[in-house]
DNA sequence: TGTACATCAGTGAACGCGCGTTCACTGATGTAC
DNA sequence: TGTACATCAGTGAACGCGCGTTCACTGATGTAC
């Protein structure tokens, strides 16, 4: 079991999650195709395995780095998570492409993806709410400034991820958090996705001045 | 050849792009599949037609909201043509995904797709280039404030990019609308993508509060 | 200690499928003299 | 006005391929009495 999935997450990180499938992993691992449906309901299952591990790899190393950086500011700790977060999608871009990229055709995820799916955000998430537990986000110029600037809908669904995240945390200040989010993701994705091919060849310091930023942005001191 | 461009478009929006094939479309054409070899060298040259027309059409749609929005805010114009982009998103999700999402396993994007790729974020960087050109845009303390806050290599990239699209623009403005720019196309993303699902409802109340959000970040007046 | 039996990992053949691409061809339409 | 010829859109058969999945099976390993 080790084996097959090992194998799979080879011939994903070589060919990509559309290439992968069922006899070539049987084939790379020196046995018949249908051996494999002793381990594994069909293809789709497979891609799930591969699809939690994935999630809950990024996750580990958000994780880890928040650890390492537990000392530090908030803002140092949102940006070595970030890097972290970045380091492991180049090193693993197929990987990244499997859980934040377009989605798998044909393929409905189910709902053993949705608690592994969280960790990375979670971890996120988790420093902005002890920075304000803290008591020290900077209050600032750019809205949403407080919770008035949130649209009802909006404001309710924030209320309630922060319910269920276990966070103490104002709506405007979870919707700044939301948007630093999307930035750092949308910022990994155009340079592992090529959008920024021909035009940004110092990636890495893009992204350093995008975290600076957003830290900014979303109030946690330096 | 249109109707083939048409009907491959069709099987896109209804399949995406890893289901699109020569002999689906020529079948649903009512021909044989060789037949379609008298308009396409091949099934890489059909994909390269649909991104070519997914950018065209992105680009179209975000020029057209500029025009309609031009006699208002910087800011203003900016949440426009994000809405028109997001709008279009929605409305045409595996066009966005062929171009925006993870690349397409084997394929190559040829020349020709560079210069329609460029055409919506020209649109955005105009809008930029415009208020600074009118000295309308803000001075604030979110970093980069100024040129000094960029790396040297970071710094040569966006002078290149100014002088590339012909704007007048210092580097650290340019990064703080790439950052605001890949902050878009992130949220987009995780919308469409279902990166969100479970969590946020109200995604189009978001996009807005983002869009105010990233514009007094950018420094564009209101 | 030895035998009968169950479990289990993996086999091999087959199913029906759709794919991209090549190739020699047909028959209708248009053009030149 | 009529005929010979070229162009062109599309045909039909074939190539070789890889895929997911099912099914009855074999043979080794482990277990119970």
Redesign the pocket.
Known sequence: MAELKAEARRQLAAEGAAA?????VA?QL?????????YVR???ELLTLLIIDAYDAVGEVAEQALHTARRRSPAARWAAVGRAIRDWAIANPHEYALIYGSPVPGYAAPVDTIAPATRPTQVLVAIVADAQSAGSVTSHDVRPVDDRDLPAGLRSDLTAIATELGADLPPSLLARTAIAWSQMFGLISFELFGQTRNAIHHHEQLFDVAMASMTAYIGLHA
Not at 30 to 38: E, F, I, K, L
């Open positions: 992968l499938s069922v006899r070539a084939r020196g046995m018949v195709s249908s051996a494999v449906y002793r069909s293809r789709d």
